[in-house]
């Protein structure tokens, strides 16, 4: 990661999470709301519980893909941990890279398994999602020692967002469902993915023109940049609520009417809580 391609791998990543998982809540908050038969057939439990497997594919695939780049491209250390050699660990920042990826490997499997089959409570995968931001963070709790000053506030900045997902993630395993809760971790999740790309550009920008990572003007200027992204993230899954909130209700209202007797006594019943997948 210590390089801008390696800033703007794990930002795509949030990024596109964040505009997922503000999109899908979205969309189930909608269908929830709307008692119609139309709304049921809309986002039936076997289209929500398709969703989330494929949501854990995705997860779980992507930090593969990060693991492997941290260990494989760019002069990684190739699985290699400990040289004997010279009697030195090898590139400890990426086996830290890699471990916030395995632990976010981890929770997309858990996903999956919950998802897919019968044999674990629903919100272990909240659980294990909270898990691993909260690692992610422990992580770059740790990973500032010796470095400048801009250097360490950026990253500190991303702490804001990572342990504010960790713990909205851990509500959730409580009150599953909550759709403030939901939008909050997309926006934090949006706010992580455009502020690791701020930091490759900030770290190692692409043009020829440099930061002067000891000047205290720059850190305050920063400041005000993770601000702008934070009002950013707000108004994109506002945006995005928006929008998904518009087109369900566009979509039920071309829906024919159906008599609620057609319906399956199971569709009938009011999903409690722990049903909300």
């Known amino acids: 990661m210590g390089s801008f391609k390696g800033h703007a791998l794990p930002g795509s990543f949030f990024l596109i999470t964040g505009l997922w998982w503000a999109a899908k809540q979205t969309f189930l908050y909608a269908t929830r709301r709307n008692k119609s038969a139309g ?14 497997i494929i949501e854990g594919a995705v997860i779980l695939s992507f930090s593969i893909i990060g693991m492997l780049a941290e260990q494989l491209l760019a002069g990684g250390p190739k699985f290699q941990l400990y040289d004997s050699s010279t009697q030195h660990w090898e590139q400890l920042m990426n086996w830290q890279h890699t471990t916030m990826y ?3 490997a981890i929770s997309g499997a858990i996903s999956l398994t ?55 993630c851990l509500l959730e395993v409580f009150h599953r469902g909550n759709i403030l809760l939901e939008l909050l971790r997309a926006t934090l999740t949006v706010l992580q993915g455009s502020w690791f790309w701020q930091i490759g550009f900030v770290l190692y920008p692409p043009s020829q023109v440099k930061w002067d990572l000891a000047d205290h003007d720059n850190a305050v200027f920063v400041t005000l940049c993770y601000c702008w992204h934070l009002a950013f993230a707000l108004l994109t899954v506002a945006v995005v609520y928006w929008s998904v909130l518009c087109a369900v209700r566009s979509r039920l209202r071309r829906v024919p009417p159906m008599e609620m007797g057609l319906l399956k006594p199971r569709e009938k019943e009011v999903e409690s809580e722990d049903e909300i997948l």
């Open 102 to 104: 395995l632990f976010f």
């Open 39 to 52: 709304a049921g057939r809309l986002a039936s439990r076997a289209l929500q519980r398709r969703i989330e």
């Open 114 to 168: 919950v998802h897919s089959t019968d044999i674990a409570p629903i919100a272990l995968d909240r659980m294990l999602l909270a898990l691993a931001f909260f690692n992610e963070g422990f992580l770059f709790l740790y990973h500032l020692h010796g470095r400048g000053m801009l250097d360490v506030h950026v990253h500190t900045l991303l702490l804001y967002a990572i342990f504010g997902q960790a713990f909205i």
